[in-house]
């Protein structure tokens, strides 16, 4: 029930299209929904998070969509470029608590020129 | 721009040997946290720490791991006797406070037992 899936695995995509992640979780419990974006050998870096109050968050071209009923989130790059190819988690916690993160396998991104 | 800073970037051991992983999470931040990361998968928390003690633990973080803030900066992870498996990208992260909900992260400490 602590688990959160993501999906795909590794996604291409053409500079200029639209980057697409999904995730799913199980514990209704989770109230924070954080994206983070990892480049190799750093660590992973807060891109952008949702509470479940919103259905979706905007920041520039990285837009979360939140599905509560579903227990879905998304993450959808606009215009994606060479720049964000990465790897991606999603993840989820409690607000509540001692908010330890509880991450999605990783999705790595390659946009190709 | 503060960041949260980790060393060793790279520390090699032996099977049995002890190591200490050190961090230095942003200077007013009070939630500070150890995940670890083996080659290939998931991030996976290890313990949460919070005024001089653990908050939270996962079933990962057994007897041989142990976790300090030894002054007022420092803040670090304890393998007691390294076993092959405790091979792993292991994470500092601090948060503010809980209201803020947003977890900074170190970039790593890469620990190969050998």
């Known amino acids: 029930q602590q688990q959160v899936k993501q999906s795909p695995q590794s996604l291409i995509v053409q500079k200029g299209g639209i980057s697409i992640i999904n995730c799913a979780y199980e514990?209704?419990?989770?109230?924070?929904f954080p994206w983070y974006q990892q480049f190799p050998g750093k660590g992973p870096a807060l891109l952008i998070a949702?509470?479940?109050?919103?259905s979706e968050k905007k920041e520039g071209r990285f837009t979360i969509s939140f599905n509560k009923s579903a227990k879905q989130f998304s993450l959808h790059i606009m215009d994606s470029q060479p720049g964000d190819s990465a790897t991606y988690f999603c993840?989820?916690?409690?607000?509540?608590?001692?908010?330890?993160?509880?991450f999605g396998q990783g999705t790595r991104l390659t946009i190709n020129p | 721009e503060p960041e949260v800073t980790q060393t060793p970037s790279h520390q090699v051991t032996q099977m049995g040997q002890e190591v200490i992983l050190r961090c230095v999470p942003i200077?007013?931040?009070?939630?500070f946290y150890w995940y670890r990361q083996i080659l290939g998968q998931k991030v996976e928390f290890l313990v949460s720490?919070?005024?001089?003690?653990?908050?939270?633990k996962s079933e990962i973080f057994d007897d041989q791991f142990s976790v300090e803030r030894p002054d007022g900066s420092n803040f670090t992870l304890k393998i007691r006797s390294t076993k092959l498996e405790d091979s792993a990208m292991y994470f500092c992260?601090?948060?503010?406070?809980?209201?803020?909900?947003?977890?900074?992260f170190g970039p790593g400490t890469r620990l190969t037992v050998t």
């Open positions: 993840a989820a916690s409690t607000v509540q608590g001692a908010q330890k993160l509880v």
């Open positions: 514990n209704t419990a989770f109230d924070y």
């Open positions: 949702i509470r479940p109050d919103v």
């Open positions: 200077s007013n931040h009070l939630y």
């Open positions: 720490f919070y005024n001089n003690e653990i908050s939270e």
């Open positions: 992260a601090s948060i503010k406070d809980l209201s803020s909900y947003e977890q900074y």
